[in-house]
């Protein structure tokens, strides 16, 4: 285990309940999907990896287990194309990124915040 200073992205569908409400669930399954997908492709384009999936949201590092001397900026300019690509999805989402120090073990791609 080491401590890195990563930026993590974590973008959330908004409204996923009213939207699973209003449409048959194997459609929904595909609006998922295909976020999923776009968002995996926007963040991997920008050196970034996607740490996994959770519900209808994707969290991703920029500095793990590649550090880039930018991973910041990647990671800002991987979060507005995201949101520039929602629309098109279908989906509203909230898009949140911080950077700090982070434990981790770089054969898994697990990162947890450290306490100073």
Known sequence: MQRKTVTVVF????GSTALGEAI??????????????RMKDVVESHGGTVE?????????VFGVPRVH????LRAVRAA???????PELGVEARIGVNT?????????????????
């Open 11 to 14: 973008c959330d569908v908004t």
């Open 24 to 37: 048959d669930p194997e459609a929904l399954r595909a609006v998922l999907a295909r976020y999923f997908a």
């Open 52 to 60: 996994k999936f959770i519900g209808d949201a994707v969290m991703a």
């Open 69 to 72: 001397e930018d991973d910041a």
């Open 80 to 86: 507005a194309e995201m949101r520039d690509a929602l």
């Open 100 to 116: 700090g120090e982070v434990v981790t073990d770089t054969e898994e791609r697990l990162a947890s915040r450290a306490r100073s």
